[in-house]
């Protein structure tokens, strides 16, 4: 087979962005009180979310599940094939089920629909039939017909699987919105990726505590200040008066120190520290302390505080190492 040109390609990759942009304007103008009535089953569910589909609207479904977990609403997948060996027993009268079907006529579905009227929970509908046994066995009907499939041969689930996932999509951010749902809300949900982090990672998960680094007095000699941060090796010795920071020494401090000064021994902590640095405090997010420590440009380590006492200091080493 002989390549398009790269304008033929990108020509035929443009008009599928360009039907399915289309057909969900079309989705779009169909919303109606059918989906307030949506909202409003859910918000009043004093049981779970339950979606299933069956092939590509259940993959569609799996996405939908797990968004709205992600985003406050307690929702699970469930498989229409499964469902009818056994798996209709997570299904409670207190619960919504939501079904997606682009015909409304899938046998699976059909088959399960009688024994989830009587069970007794309320169903939901997205599909693009809404004269369909799916549609007529719906409490509420989500309408996603489309016209046309961005397919060539107008057959493949293009258009209609991406108007199903964005109807989904509005349920989860509307729900959301309303349960007052928060960026801490969503951290906890989210622990292991880069925004989770971001938002529930603090400095005191970093910190190394005061036993664990260099500290000193500001009469402390320079020599002794060297074999405290040897024996540490956290690249810092922290400067206190009765638990206060006074001031810190840097390994570029001591590099500076040596460099400019023939006689070292007399020096004191109090001489070569660099006085009231700059410090975090114990309950700040480590990002907020990792972007100010980038800002710096110098920061290897920084002081952390709580209240008015040193409790010990991080390193912007274990910052970016942790994918923050």
Sequence with gaps: ??????????????????????????????????????????????GKVIVSGMGKSGLIGRKIAATLCSTGTLAIYMHPAEALHGDLGVVEDKDIIIILGKSGESDEIITMLPVLKKIGCR???????????????????????????????????????????????????????????????????????TLGKRLHLMVSDFIHPVEEIAVCDEDTKFREVLIKMSEKNLGAAMIVHNGALKGIISDGDVKR????????????????????????????????????????????????????????????????????
Excluded: W
């Design 1 to 46: 087979m002989k390549l398009p040109s790269n304008k033929k390609i990108i020509h035929l990759a443009k008009s599928v962005f360009d039907i399915e942009i289309e057909e969900l304007k079309r989705v779009s103008s169909n919303l109606d009180d059918n989906f307030y009535e949506a909202i409003k089953l859910i918000i009043e569910c004093n």
């Design 123 to 193: 169903i939901i509908s997205i599909t693009g039939n809404v004269n369909s046994t799916l549609a007529k066995y719906s409490h509420v009907v989500l309408n996603s017909y489309v016209e046309k499939e961005a397919c060539s041969l107008n057959l493949a689930p293009t258009s209609s699987t991406t108007a199903a996932l964005v109807i989904g999509d509005a349920i989860s951010t509307v729900l959301s919105q309303l349960k007052n749902f928060k960026e801490e809300d969503y951290a906890l949900f989210h622990p292991g990726g």
């Design 257 to 324: 120190i040596l460099t400019r000064h023939k006689n070292v021994d007399e020096l004191t902590a109090k001489q070569i520290m660099t006085a009231n640095p700059k410090s975090i405090e114990y309950d700040t997010l480590a990002y907020d302390a990792l972007k100010v420590m980038r800002s710096s440009g110098s920061f290897s380590v920084m002081p952390v505080l709580k209240g008015k006492k040193l409790a010990g200091l991080i390193k912007l080493h274990d910052l970016l190492k942790s994918g923050l």
